[in-house]
């Protein structure tokens, strides 16, 4: 067996295999999550958002700057928003159920050519509608506000100045039986975690039970920014203890409810490299739930267990919201199981030794595309001994192409003595043809891990290397790089032997073009760990190939 058939093949496989992948995230037919048959009591009381949600919000527009109502927008707006800027966010309240229907991240920009465009995660109307809402419910027939109902603020911007570590903004709704509620939201400089608290307070004569809901509400997502054949999920996830991390993608919303009780877990709507989590206070058991409304909007969320609260008392229901990146240092310190947003899917195990290293030597050389040559470098290193035994079998079946050539002139179509002549070969000259077969079956796993890495870091997002490669999350925007990396192959390939068989030489020749084809696609800094990687790979083989071609002549001299 070759060894340059089974490496080109088998990293033709990987790559199909992370194709394949992106491909089931986006188009593949998973199974429902299971539903539990077991109904709370007041599961009822959760409310279906059946009104035409988009009128919730006020309209705002795609970037920093506002945009008049327009046509296909919103209708028959009640109020303006409620604006609120941080050294990190600038959102947008809607006094309808106190909802943030608007959110831009100021650290981050829509395309690099574009600094002045700051990138919004939350967005009141489609396309990519996104939005974060909250309510109360009434176990009887008390007046609770819901996401629908209309709240009021002392103003109408709020700003965190400069020298202050937090702003809390309040917003307060009032029934005509006394029960008064106030929703806050506390900011706080540096973080992108807001505190959150709905405050109970009951004016009337009579006890009132409530439990308190919270949830994402969203469309699709189209990204025109997003490289072609790279996708990654968006959708609904939740942790818990017992299940740990669990996708519920928009089709599987579709499909059938989630019902969950879960304690010390949260619930998240996520996308690529950016996320909204709501995190319920620790030891209270809440219940997880999704739906799928009309005009293709999808829920995710909680809520609380029911409290009693007697006349003249209050009640305060606590949560944290998360809206911002997917900065795996930053979410683990928030919540448990959070930091598995940055889903490195089923090698994660690989994938996160493999993320602080690279963080670690960027905090060194302070460039992405350097720290991934430094990262290449290292791995090849770390499999040298591996590489090595491959490369040093491929020499030896290089040695015995013209000695194999013959072999096959010989026998002609008799496979069967062609097949044993070729083991008597491989017998006498002490050949293992599989010997490089391990190591490389080895090395494939780290590969794959490492392209999640690249892929899943928001800080590879928009990040420049060099001369033309001003971001290495975009595909590169000459071909400038895959065309090196497709030579990279075919130089490579000429340091192997070459297929007896004429049509399996002309499709390992084919390779290089296909390789080319498909990384001209894929983000940049992805293309450039595999040209560093094939240029490291060369440079070792033609070392290995020298040294055993310089044996080979001394034992014939």
Same mark, same amino acid.
Do not use: C
């Given at each position: 067996m070759d060894n340059q058939r089974l490496f080109l093949f088998l990293a033709l496989a990987a790559v199909l295999f992370l194709i394949y992948e992106s491909w089931m995230q986006d188009y593949g037919r998973a199974a429902a999550p299971a539903i539990t048959q077991a109904q709370s009591p007041s599961s009822a009381a959760i409310p279906s958002p059946t009104s035409n949600t988009l009128k919730d919000i006020?309209?705002?527009?795609?970037?920093?700057?506002?945009?008049?109502?327009?046509?296909?927008?919103?209708?028959?707006?009640?109020?303006?928003?409620?604006?609120?800027?941080?050294?990190?966010?600038?959102?947008?309240?809607?006094?309808?159920?106190?909802?943030?229907?608007?959110?831009? #991240?100021?650290?981050?920009?829509?395309?690099?050519?574009?600094?002045?465009?700051?990138?919004? #995660?939350?967005?009141?109307?489609?396309?990519?509608?996104?939005?974060?809402?909250?309510?109360?419910?009434?176990?009887?027939?008390?007046?609770?506000?819901?996401?629908?109902?209309?709240?009021?603020?002392?103003?109408?911007?709020?700003?965190?100045e400069p020298g202050v570590d937090r702003l809390e903004v309040t917003l307060t709704w009032s029934s005509e039986t006394g029960i008064q509620v106030k929703k806050i939201y506390v900011f706080t400089r540096g973080s992108y975690l807001i505190e959150t608290r709905q405050i109970i307070t009951n004016g009337s004569e009579a006890p009132l039970i409530a439990r308190e809901y919270n949830q994402f509400q969203r469309t699709e997502l189209n990204d025109s920014n997003e490289p072609r054949f790279v996708k990654t999920f968006t959708g609904g996830v939740y942790y818990s203890p017992e299940e740990k991390y669990k996708k519920v993608s928009l089709e599987e919303m579709a499909k059938g409810k989630l019902d969950r009780a879960v304690t010390d877990g949260w619930i998240a709507m996520m996308q690529h490299y950016f996320l909204a989590a709501w995190i319920p206070p620790r030891g209270v058991q809440e219940s997880f739930y999704s739906n799928a409304l009309n005009n293709s909007r999808y829920i995710i969320g909680k809520y609380s267990p029911a409290v009693s609260i007697a006349p003249g008392a209050e009640h305060t229901f606590e949560n944290q919201l998360f809206v911002g990146p997917k900065l795996q240092d930053t979410l683990e310190k928030i919540a448990p199981g959070l930091e598995l947003a940055v889903d490195y899917g089923w090698l994660t195990v690989i994938a996160k030794p493999i993320s602080w290293l690279l963080s670690w030597i960027h905090a060194v050389?302070?460039?992405?595309?350097?720290?991934?040559?430094?990262?290449?470098? #290292?791995?090849?290193?770390?499999?040298?001994?591996?590489?090595?035994?491959?490369?040093?079998? $491929?020499?030896?079946?290089?040695?015995?192409?013209?000695?194999?050539?013959?072999?096959?002139?010989?026998?002609?179509?008799?496979?069967?003595?062609?097949?044993?002549?070729? $083991?008597?070969?491989? *017998?006498?000259? *002490?050949i293992n043809p599989l010997g490089g077969c391990l190591p490389i079956l080895i090395q494939i796993p780290v590969f794959i891990a490492l392209y999640w890495v690249l892929l899943e870091s928001v800080e590879m997002r928009q990040a420049p290397f060099v001369l033309w490669l001003n971001n290495l999350s975009a595909p590169d925007p000459y071909f400038?790089?895959?065309?090196?990396?497709?030579?990279?192959?075919?130089?490579?390939?000429?340091?192997?032997?070459?297929?007896?068989?004429?049509?399996?030489?002309?499709?390992? $020749?084919?390779?290089?073009?296909?390789?080319?084809?498909?990384?001209?696609?894929?983000?940049?800094?992805?293309?450039?760990?595999?040209?560093?990687?094939?240029?490291?790979s060369i440079a070792q083989q033609w070392h290995i190939t020298r040294e055993i071609e310089k044996s080979a002549i001394k034992r014939r001299r």
């Open positions: 006020p309209a705002v527009a795609t970037t920093l700057a506002e945009v008049p109502v327009g046509p296909g927008m919103v209708d028959a707006l009640d109020s303006s928003p409620i604006r609120v800027e941080t050294d990190l966010l600038k959102i947008q309240i809607s006094p309808r159920g106190g909802a943030i229907g608007a959110a831009w #991240l100021l650290d981050y920009v829509i395309v690099p050519e574009r600094p002045d465009e700051k990138f919004q #995660l939350l967005k009141p109307v489609p396309p990519n509608m996104f939005i974060v809402q909250s309510g109360l419910l009434s176990e009887d027939s008390s007046p609770l506000p819901t996401h629908e109902a209309q709240f009021t603020s002392e103003a109408s911007s709020y700003r965190l050389v302070g460039n992405w595309g350097w720290s991934i040559i430094v990262l290449t470098i #290292l791995i090849k290193l770390a499999f040298y001994k591996l590489s090595e035994t491959s490369y040093k079998s $491929m020499a030896n079946m290089r040695q015995l192409t013209p000695r194999l050539q013959a072999l096959k002139d010989r026998y002609g179509d008799d496979k069967q003595r062609l097949n044993q002549a070729m $083991m008597e070969l491989y *017998k006498t000259e *002490k400038i790089l895959p065309l090196i990396m497709g030579v990279s192959m075919f130089v490579q390939q000429k340091l192997n032997p070459a297929p007896p068989d004429p049509i399996q030489a002309k499709v390992m $020749m084919s390779l290089p073009f296909v390789f080319t084809v498909f990384f001209a696609f894929f983000p940049s800094g992805l293309v450039l760990y595999w040209t560093v990687n094939n240029l490291l």
